[in-house]
């Protein structure tokens, strides 16, 4: 079973928002930091957002203040919360979940921001 399932991903206008979710099958309190990455086509993956497990936030410079990361250990779920969408967001979204033994990846989820 796939570890990291994502969903939420669109075409957006810009100024516009949308809400990325990501379930962990797996122990949720195991993971030590979970985090949202992204890659745009000709690009280097980049950081987004992380948080760790005992809830220090940090932010790619490049979204603070429009993006919000948040997490529901209920729901085994991380999300991503993104306003005021920009075209230069436009990229494929990376879920990670990580603790001392396991680096996981979701398969992605393509978010297009038109102008």
């Known amino acids: 079973q796939v570890p990291l399932v994502e969903s939420g991903g669109g075409l957006v206008q810009a100024g516009g928002s949308l809400r990325l979710s990501c379930v962990f099958f797996?122990?949720?309190?195991?993971?030590?930091?979970m985090g949202w990455y992204r890659q745009a086509p000709g690009k280097q993956r980049e950081l987004v957002a992380t948080?760790?497990?005992?809830?220090?936030?940090n932010y790619g410079d490049s979204v603070k203040g429009r993006f919000t990361i948040s997490r529901d250990f209920a729901e085994k779920t991380q999300y991503l919360q993104m306003n005021s969408l920009k075209p230069e967001d436009t990229a494929v979204y990376y879920c990670n979940m990580k603790n001392f033994d396991n680096n996981y990846w979701g398969q992605g989820t393509q978010v297009t921001v038109s102008s």
């Open positions: 948080i760790t497990a005992g809830g220090k936030i």
């Open positions: 797996g122990n949720i309190f195991s993971i030590n930091v």
